[in-house]
């Protein structure tokens, strides 16, 4: 459905950068991550935030490893910013709310009837994460669903909870790099889920399963 907003002038935030992660069979990254992928890259190319061509912070970097455990969540479209000295709730106002909500509503609203069998069926997630380069942590919201439309309607959580999420850091440190918050049925952790790295993260997001648990 067609989605009119202001993002077009909008005041384009110095010192970000952008990429985009996914998991999923070849049909959810078609009817999923692919739309919104272009969409991201159009935009925010015409903004003046380019995609994030360094080398990934250790915490970061990904590699495919194959897993007995039944997946929880079928598929994942992500989205990193990475954002440099300002550690500020602010970011979710200047960036999410005014540029990217709108292209994931234009992107996703659609999108469940054009998922089928398992992708159709089970829980997805759409994922945001912010990488604070100068304090190195990632703090990363998870809004998991069983359709795009349940997942859709839960992006209002995210504003407040990064807001905790730094007012827990500021309290309790940093301590680990990577700080997930897990958004369900309206629900989300009050404190962060700690991992050593997003690869981690990801396994306890897809399968439930913690390591070293």
Same mark, same amino acid.
């Given at each position: 459905?067609?989605?009119?907003?202001?993002?077009?002038?909008?005041?384009?935030?110095?010192?970000?950068?952008?990429?985009?992660?996914?998991?999923?069979?070849?049909?959810?990254?078609?009817? &999923?991550?692919?739309?919104?992928?272009?969409?991201?890259? =159009?935009?925010?190319?015409?903004?003046?935030?380019?995609?994030?061509?360094?080398?990934?912070?250790?915490?970061?970097?990904?590699?495919?490893?194959?897993?007995?455990?039944?997946?929880?969540?079928?598929?994942?479209?992500?989205?990193?910013?990475?954002?440099?000295?300002?550690?500020?709730?602010?970011?979710?106002?200047?960036?999410?709310?005014?540029?990217?909500?709108?292209?994931?509503?234009? &992107?996703?609203?659609?999108?469940?009837?054009?998922?089928?069998?398992?992708?159709?069926?089970?829980?997805?997630?759409?994922?945001?994460?912010?990488?604070?380069?100068?304090?190195?942590?990632?703090?990363?919201? &998870?809004?998991?669903?069983?359709?795009?439309?349940?997942?859709?309607?839960?992006?209002?959580?995210?504003?407040?909870?990064?807001?905790?999420?730094?007012?827990?850091?500021?309290?309790?440190?940093?301590?680990?790099?990577?700080?997930?918050?897990?958004?369900?049925? =309206?629900?989300?952790?009050?404190?962060?889920?700690?991992?050593?790295?997003?690869?981690?993260?990801?396994?306890?997001?897809?399968?439930?399963?913690?390591?070293?648990?």
């Amino acid at each position: 459905m067609p989605v009119k907003s202001k993002v077009a002038t909008a005041r384009p935030v110095r010192g970000c950068s952008y990429t985009t992660f996914s998991s999923g069979d070849s049909s959810f990254i078609r009817e &999923a991550v692919m739309p919104l992928a272009k969409e991201l890259d =159009g935009h925010f190319q015409s903004e003046g935030i380019p995609l994030h061509r360094k080398v990934l912070p250790g915490p970061l970097k990904m590699a495919r490893h194959p897993t007995n455990e039944p997946f929880v969540v079928v598929g994942i479209v992500g989205l990193l910013l990475f954002v440099g000295s300002r550690f500020t709730g602010k970011i979710l106002d200047d960036i999410y709310a005014v540029k990217i909500q709108p292209l994931v509503y234009k &992107a996703l609203g659609r999108t469940d009837k054009k998922l089928t069998g398992a992708n159709h069926r089970k829980k997805k997630a759409l994922q945001f994460g912010v990488w604070h380069t100068k304090h190195r942590v990632l703090i990363l919201f &998870a809004i998991v669903g069983d359709s795009f439309d349940e997942i859709l309607k839960q992006q209002n959580h995210l504003r407040p909870l990064h807001a905790n999420g730094i007012a827990w850091i500021v309290e309790n440190g940093v301590q680990k790099p990577i700080h997930v918050y897990r958004i369900e049925k =309206g629900q989300g952790n009050v404190s962060p889920i700690l991992f050593d790295s997003l690869m981690e993260a990801q396994k306890y997001l897809r399968t439930g399963s913690h390591p070293g648990r």
